[in-house]
């Protein structure tokens, strides 16, 4: 299986795995990873490794973070690269981690899965237009 971590400012990543078990159950083979506002850069990387540590068991990881360019994305990335099994995602959503989390035991490979997820975030957003419904005029049919 692909473990999946999740990362992110303040209470991204708790916020979001609180909302994925209400919605799926218990994730297995998961991390939320919190980048605190009292955590330095050090405290982060020490956390994701631990939590790509704790995934051992999983021959690939996926990591969904918040921002692109943020903290915990560019520590994921410095920390996750050189492992070469583990691919980092910003941009994250709840749509994509919930399809992420369900479909990840299918996925060929992290690579694919990557793609899937970047694809499912931007199916995610989306915006409402109101359109009226036009009403039809009623005719003498007789």
């Known amino acids: 299986m692909i473990g999946l971590i999740v990362t992110g400012h303040g209470h991204f990543a708790s916020g979001?795995?609180?909302?994925?078990?209400?919605?799926?159950g218990e994730p297995k083979n998961y991390a939320a990873v919190d980048f605190e506002e009292t955590d330095s850069t050090e405290d982060l990387?020490?956390?994701?490794?631990?939590?790509?540590?704790?995934l051992k068991e999983c021959e690939e990881i996926i990591v969904l973070s918040d921002l692109a360019g943020g903290s915990p994305f560019k520590t994921a990335v410095e920390i996750g690269y050189p492992r070469q099994n583990v691919e980092v995602i910003a941009g994250t959503n709840l749509g994509m981690l919930v399809e992420i989390n369900l479909t990840r035991t299918f996925?060929?490979?992290?690579?694919?899965?990557?793609?899937s997820a970047v694809n499912v975030g931007k199916e995610q957003v989306m915006?409402?237009?109101?359109?009226?419904?036009?009403?039809?005029?009623?005719t003498d049919g007789i």
């Open 107 to 115: 996925a060929e490979s992290v690579k694919d899965l990557a793609e």
């Open 45 to 54: 990387a020490k956390k994701l490794t631990d939590a790509m540590d704790s």
């Open 16 to 24: 979001l795995t609180s909302s994925l078990k209400l919605i799926a």
């Open 127 to 138: 915006r409402f237009v109101y359109k009226p419904v036009e009403q039809v005029e009623p």
